[in-house]
């Protein structure tokens, strides 16, 4: 019997230590599921705009308006808003593919990130 009991008790202190590394996890702000963001708020924010200026161009551009390009015409009112997808796309998902492929960054790391950043150089100087 006391044999039986033994085994319930140990069974019982892994569970718990196993709750507790897992809270301890998520106590400590890891953020599994963050999304890949690579572009700032103010650079989301001129994108927006462009790509919605871009887009809107088809009703304020007369379409006598052409560009010529290698002996093709180009009709502006066709061209800018096809052109403007692509920074409202950006802007919309805050991640740029050729911002990605030229490990550019221009937001800044969360709030977290900075206090974490500044505790460990204390810490750093402090022992130093």
């Not at 009991?5 to 230590?17: I, L, P, V």
């Not at 590394?21 to 963050?34: D, L, M, P």
């Not at 990605?100 to 977290?112: E, F, M, N, V, Y």
């Amino acid at each position: 019997m006391k044999q039986v009991a033994n085994q319930t008790e140990n069974s019982a202190k892994k569970n718990t230590n196993t709750n507790t590394n897992t809270n301890s996890k998520e106590t400590a702000g890891i953020n599994y599921f963050r999304k890949p963001y690579n572009i700032g708020t103010l650079d989301r924010a001129l994108r927006f705009f462009l790509g919605a200026a871009l887009i809107g161009s088809v009703f304020y551009i007369h379409p006598e308006y052409v560009l010529s390009l290698a002996g093709m015409e180009l009709k502006l009112y066709k061209l800018l808003p096809l052109v403007g997808i692509y920074p409202a796309i950006t802007a919309w998902l805050g991640w740029d593919p050729i911002y990605q492929l030229a490990r550019i960054k221009s937001d800044t790391p969360s709030r977290g990130d900075v206090c974490d950043d500044l505790i460990t150089q204390t810490k750093t100087l402090a022992q130093h």
